[in-house]
């Protein structure tokens, strides 16, 4: 499980000293979560200019995170800096529902938001895809597929992403797009693409 809050700022050098202090405390220790700053560079009118994304192992390890940043001062010395330096733009709750390869290797993620109406389906043919992808060495990083449980709008049900270790390998066009478009005219009927957008890694805290 993951939960993800987004906010705008026009002031993150502020933040940084801040989050650095919260890394290194002992608080942060006691938090049994993965917790990356993203940094929102092309996300089209999305007003949101960065994410924090807490990653749980199990629904224990949330809760316990919620209690122990609740009750640690060195939590709400960076909530007061945040909140002077920030607008919150939305708070959401995500399941990872199929997933592959290694997240603090990469730098850079595509994302796309969407609505899927067949889950299972759509899970079916995106691990097909996925796995064609591997074996033709399309894959340079992680990838998955959140469907959102809490917070989001009903234009939104899933996203799915895909890292890579830099922005050149990114961005770098595959010469053989074959295996995607058979994937696109396979869940055509099921998946509406609400938005694409590209972030990148900031901090791991």
Not at 129 to 135: C, D, F, G
Not at 150 to 179: K, R, Y
Request: with cysteine; net charge neutral.
């Amino acid at each position: 499980m993951a939960s993800y809050y987004q906010f705008k700022t026009n002031d993150a050098e502020a933040l940084v000293p801040a989050w650095q202090a919260y890394s290194k405390s002992e608080c942060r220790q006691r938090v049994p979560a993965q917790i990356r700053l993203m940094s929102e560079h092309f996300n089209g009118d999305d007003e949101a200019t960065h994410t924090m994304i807490y990653g749980f192992s199990s629904p224990a390890d949330m809760q316990k995170t919620f209690q122990v940043q609740g009750s640690c001062r060195e939590w709400a010395r960076l909530w007061s800096v945040i909140s002077k330096h920030t607008t919150a733009t939305s708070q959401s709750l995500g399941m990872l529902v199929s997933a592959g390869g290694d997240p603090t290797k990469d730098q850079v993620y595509q994302i796309w938001q969407m609505r899927i109406s067949d889950e299972a389906k759509y899970i079916k043919e995106y691990n097909k895809m996925q796995a064609a992808r591997q074996k033709a060495g399309q894959i340079n990083g992680a990838w998955g597929l959140v469907r959102f449980t809490a917070g989001i709008n009903e234009d939104i049900t899933h996203f799915a992403f895909q890292g890579s270790p830099d922005l050149a390998t990114h961005v770098t066009p595959v010469t053989d797009n074959s295996i995607y478009m058979k994937f696109s005219q396979e869940v055509s009927d099921i998946r509406e693409i609400h938005r694409i957008n590209m972030n990148f890694v900031a901090a791991d805290l």
